[in-house]
Every structure is written in C-alpha cells, then in structure tokens.
C-alpha cells in the first residue's frame, strides 16, 4: 500500500519506525490518516521481520489530535456518518493496541486529543520534557469519547479524572506522573532512551513476547465491542448538543463560547 499521510522504515535488526507525516499540520488525524494507520497496524503485525514498531511524528509535535478540515465535515454530518467516523477511529486504536508487537511511543511537541488515545494504546511512552498534553475536548462542547477505553486503561480512572474533564494543558512530567508517559528526558537524550527500550525485545523471543502481550491485554480492563460501541454512542449523542454547535463555532470564529465567563472573556 502506498501512503500518504505516514511512513515506514524498518532497520536491519527488524525495528519499524511508523510516522505520522503532516508536520505542516503537527500531524492531526485526516480520515486518510486513520485509514493509513489502520493498515501500517496489519502490516506490521502480519510481517516476520519486524521486532519492535516506534510510533513517532515527524516534525514539531507528535499528534496535534483531529485534524480540523475533518472536524468542519462533523458540523453538518448526520448522525450515521459522525458513528462512521468515530468507528474508523476506534478501529485504528484498537488495531494498534492489538498488534502483537512490542509498540513504543516516541513523543515529542503536542499530544492532544487522539495523540493521548495513540500514546495510550502503546506498550511504554518516553517524551520530550518539553511537550505538552492535553484533552481539549470539553472546551468545545465535546468528550474524550472514541479514546476513552484506552485512555481509562492505561491511566486508570483515578489519575484520568485529573485531567479527563478540565481541558487542561499538562506537562511532560505530569503525564509520566499519570501513567500516560513511562520516561521523560531531554530532546538530546530521547533517541538513546528509546535505543534503551528496543534492545530488551532483541533478546526475546518474538512469539513468546506477542503471546505475553496478549496475555497482559486479556487481564487488564476489557475493550470489547460494546464498549467501544457506547464510547461511539456517546461521542454521537454529544455532538447533536447546542454545547457542542456552540462551542465548535466558537473555535472557529475564534471567540470564547458562551459558557466562558464575563472576567474570562475580559483577561
């Protein structure tokens, strides 16, 4: 498959780095993206060769969350084909987390939104001191929802209710506090750190690691189909909101929403 929006390389030692590849977009998710991700998933998860996947971004930021032409689409879809879109993405993360290999976030920018369901479904992250984090999605009118199982399942809901209503920005540190980052380092020293995490899985066998992944999946909090069905439900039921049409026209227009207080909008 030729891809547009992603890229694939893989050494010598069986080690695939899969990059996301709209820099100039700080590599929001198009609908190509998720499709391409969907199949870069498969085959990687399919091909013999490959030990270990690094999942990065090229350029400034790692994943900048949905990509806003996609977005604009959403404001007048129906309700079938805002379902349709969430479950696109929902397979995506899903057949991310399911590939049976060694899956190792390299983040560095800003992760917002689907960046954290992507940092989410990996097997450890290392990031950058100086990214940023964030799930933004309250401030218009919307919830982390399609990202939701995986976010709960690697921050468990304690820590995600810090961070899962407020919108809020948040550190590196904060995110490795979370659970959500494994190692934060210097952007100097994150090449090294992530050489450090792939030379243990050269050493394993692969098919005993696939099957210890499986195993560790099976026992941790269970993403089935209804699930991520609800997930998609309430991501459908939320958008049909008079907070949600006024929050993203807000974004839009570049204004505050009416649900921003007067000495807010004055500061």
């Not at 049976?100 to 989410?120: D, E, N, T, Y």
């Not at 961070?163 to 020293?189: C, G, H, N, Q």
């Not at 839009?252 to 929403?257: E, L, Q, S």
Request: aromatic fraction near 4%.
């Amino acid at each position: 498959m030729t891809f547009e929006t992603i890229s694939i390389s893989t050494d010598a030692r069986g080690v695939a780095t899969l990059t996301l590849d709209r820099p100039d977009k700080h590599n929001s998710l198009s609908a190509r993206m998720i499709d391409e991700l969907t199949q870069a998933a498969v085959e990687l998860g399919s091909d013999d060769a490959v030990r270990v996947v690094v999942l990065t971004g090229a350029g400034a930021s790692f994943c900048a969350g949905g990509d806003l032409g996609w977005m604009r689409e959403q404001m007048t879809a129906s309700r079938e084909t805002r379902i349709t879109e969430a479950r696109k993405l929902a397979m995506m993360l899903r057949a991310l987390n399911e590939m049976p290999k060694p899956l190792i976030g390299r983040v560095q920018g800003q992760a917002f939104g689907g960046g954290i369901g992507m940092m989410s479904v990996c097997d450890t992250v290392i990031a950058v001191d100086s990214a940023k984090f964030g799930l933004t999605e309250t401030r218009l009118g919307l919830i982390p929802a399609t990202i939701s199982p995986y976010v709960l399942a690697r921050m468990g809901e304690g820590k995600a209710r810090r961070v899962f209503m407020s919108a809020r920005i948040f550190s590196a540190r904060e995110a490795r506090d979370l659970d959500l980052a494994a190692k934060v380092v210097s952007e100097d020293a994150l090449n090294e750190a992530i050489e450090k995490e792939i030379k243990p899985y050269l050493g394993a066998a692969p098919a005993a690691v696939a099957a210890a992944k499986a195993l560790a999946r099976s026992l941790g909090p269970a993403i089935t189909d209804t699930v991520i069905d609800d997930s998609i439900r309430r991501l459908a039921d939320i958008w049909e909101t008079a907070e949600a049409r006024e929050g993203i026209a807000a974004f839009f227009d570049k204004r505050k929403p009416d649900w921003v207080g007067t000495d807010t909008k004055r500061s």
